[in-house]
């Protein structure tokens, strides 16, 4: 059984910084591209980052320079580093891994807010 667990949401006030975990379980992890999205109140679920097994990284533009993802293949876990973080980053936020099959994890919510 595949298991996507993330965790490290929370609330934090503008320009703080939180870091989030995807451990992940029933997979070859190493095999998988890990990504991060996330969806706003009454808005689309977005693409945040990914990284690929090969490390290959991709972030939104909005993110970029502010968060980094990251993976240790050892400990079947994703991460996402969120610094200065903005009210406008409160979503909550999905784990996915794709390789051949596409999972998903439960999410876990950023509040960024004063």
């Known amino acids: 059984q595949v298991q996507l667990v993330e965790s490290g949401g929370g609330l934090v006030q503008p320009g703080g910084s939180l870091r989030l975990s995807c451990a992940a379980s029933?997979?070859?992890?190493?095999?998988?591209?890990m990504g991060w999205y996330r969806q706003a109140p009454g808005k689309q679920r977005e693409l945040v980052a990914t990284?690929?097994?090969?490390?290959?990284?991709n972030y939104t533009d909005s993110v970029k320079g502010r968060f980094t993802i990251s993976r240790d293949n050892a400990k079947n876990t994703a991460y996402l580093q969120m610094n200065n973080l903005k009210p406008e980053d409160t979503a909550v936020y999905y784990c996915?891994?794709?390789?051949?099959?596409?999972?998903w994890g439960q999410g876990t919510q950023v509040t960024v807010s004063s």
């Open positions: 996915n891994a794709q390789y051949l099959r596409e999972y």
């Open positions: 029933g997979i070859i992890f190493s095999r998988y591209t």
């Open positions: 990284i690929l097994r090969s490390g290959s990284l």
